[in-house]
């Protein structure tokens, strides 16, 4: 069985991105429409997890990429990442990946579509 920190994560394949103004944005798509009432709004730290969570990663991969971008102590980092992919997963815009997901090609152009109700 993996440990917590050997645990492969991937965004989620049901949400609309949206990069405006340097801030990350993310709709979660639910019945084939857009959910404009959970609209979820990424901080710095958080856009790079997104961004890293495009393709398949372990949770000790991203604390690591954390602790090096900002320069903070990693046992700060792994706290607060894990804390953090808690919650994306909790509201489910965060998985684990089936093998079958993994050898899936992405949709191309996802993060660049332009949600016209904005």
Do not use: C, H
Request: glycine share 8%; hydrophobic share 45%; charged share 25%.
């Amino acid at each position: 069985m993996d440990t917590a920190e050997d645990q492969v994560l991937i965004r989620s394949r049901s949400v609309v991105v949206r990069v405006v103004a340097g801030e990350t944005l993310i709709v979660p798509i639910r019945g084939k429409v857009g959910d404009l009432g959970s609209i979820y709004s990424l901080n710095g730290t958080g856009s790079l997890i997104w961004k890293l969570l495009e393709s398949p990663i372990k949770l000790s991969q991203l604390v690591a990429a954390v602790a090096n971008e900002f320069q903070v102590d990693p046992n700060v980092a792994g706290r607060d990442v894990r804390d953090f992919v808690r919650e994306m997963r909790s509201v489910g815009l965060v998985e684990s990946p089936t093998v079958a997901s993994i050898s899936q090609e992405r949709p191309v152009g996802r993060e660049d579509r332009v949600l016209a109700e904005w």
